[in-house]
């Protein structure tokens, strides 16, 4: 099995000599920095505006936002396959202008499409992709890539042959053959069923156990809630949040409170300090308020002194999908 917090320093022979004092004055800072970066395409569309932010190393990191947005340029950005058109951004210390070469060797890109040789077998593909990067031969590790994402029994299959849960395992360990320190994963979990997604996730948090920084974009705010501890959201290229995923959780100022009557609700209540009051089946009423205003107890006491019996209670928290859409809908 690899090891890649212990293998990128093994790997550093893929640096140049001369990084090597960048590369120990890298050590402190951040995995990834975005410094003031814009993007404005060809026919003058302005995809990024500004955007400023810092990957800490060791964490899992959640790149979010609507379609559109800007997500995949920043990714194609620092995978060298975009020019930003302002500011700048290093990888591991590495600026990606002044030293691509060193910037590219320390991140692993995994895309949104799947793209593959059909005729390749598994392990041809990560053999070619690791003479891409001028790994050694001794030192590739296609074989324990192959077994870390479950794929040693279809080790000589062809790509074609593999399913797309398989093809996806083989992207992600193909991200890995120069063993680097930063691994992004551009959606990697969409259209894939909910299995082999609680697989793919394990593998992102076995990897970030085992000291890698990981980089995900994703429309799933479940589960970017509980994979990621910091999570930036990006609107209309311009970046709108960037805080550990619980600080931005709590932003929510909305909770619900959900009471069971005695007896079939016949007319919705009203009370002034309720943000939203909602029938749920014919004895359940859903009272939305805001926390800042008012607590559980002051929601059930209003409503007893309302005349009704409470015969069950029970709250919603609201999560990261509330607050991704208020922040994304205000900012728009
Ligand atoms: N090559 C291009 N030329 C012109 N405009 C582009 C190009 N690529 C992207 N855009 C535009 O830039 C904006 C940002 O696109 P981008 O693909 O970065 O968003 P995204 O957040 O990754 O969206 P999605 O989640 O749909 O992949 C969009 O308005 C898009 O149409």
């Known amino acids: 099995m690899f090891n890649a917090g212990a293998a990128h320093p ?14 120990r004055a890298a050590m402190t800072e951040a995995a ?23 990957v800490p190393r060791g964490q899992i990191f959640g790149l979010l936002g609507p379609n559109g947005a800007g997500k995949s340029t920043l990714i194609n950005i620092l995978a060298g396959l975009v020019n930003k058109t302002g500011g700048h951004a290093s990888i591991w210390g590495f600026d990606i202008d002044a030293d691509p070469r060193n910037a590219k060797y320390s991140i692993g ?4 499409e ?6 390749f077998t598994p392990f041809e593909t990560l053999e070619n992709q690791a003479g891409l990067y001028g ?35 083989l992207l992600v360990a193909k991200a890995m053959v120069h063993s680097p320190p930063i691994i992004v994963l551009d959606e990697p979990t969409a259209g894939v069923d909910i299995e082999l997604r609680q697989q793919l996730w394990d593998y ?15 429309h799933y705010l479940e589960e970017a809630e509980e994979l990621c501890d910091r999570i930036a959201i990006i609107n209309h290229g311009r970046l709108i949040a960037n805080k550990p995923t ?61 005349g009704h019996h409470i015969v069950d209670v029970s709250t919603r928290e609201a999560d990261l999908e509330d607050v991704f859409l208020n922040l994304t809908r205000s900012a728009a």
């Not at 093994?10 to 590369?23: I, T, V």
């Not at 992102?204 to 974009?217: A, F, I, K, P, Y």
């Not at 007896?263 to 004895?283: S, W, Y």
């Open 135 to 169: 790994v050694p031969k001794d030192k590739r590790i296609s074989d324990a890539l192959l077994a870390a994402v479950h794929l040693t029994d279809k080790r000589d299959a062809y790509a074609r042959t593999l399913s797309g849960g398989m093809k996806r395992r």
């Open 204 to 218: 992102v948090q076995g990897l970030n156990d085992r000291g890698v920084t990981v980089v995900l974009t994703t």
């Open 114 to 119: 799947i793209v593959f040789d059909p005729f």
């Open 32 to 54: 990834i920095r975005i410094d003031s970066v814009s993007k404005i395409y060809a026919g003058g569309k302005q995809a990024l505006d500004d955007v400023s932010f810092d």
């Open 246 to 306: 619980r600080e931005l959780v709590d932003m929510a100022r909305e909770k619900i409170v959900v009471v069971t009557l005695d007896e079939d609700v016949t007319m919705l209540p009203e009370h002034p300090a309720f943000d939203k009051i909602e029938r749920e089946g014919t004895r359940g009423l859903a009272i939305s308020y805001n926390k800042d205003r008012m607590n559980a107890g002051e929601v059930l006491a209003a409503v007893g002194a309302m």
């Open 10 to 23: 093994k790997g550093a022979s893929l640096f140049r000599p001369a990084a090597a004092a960048a590369m």
């Open 109 to 112: 890109i995994v895309p949104q």
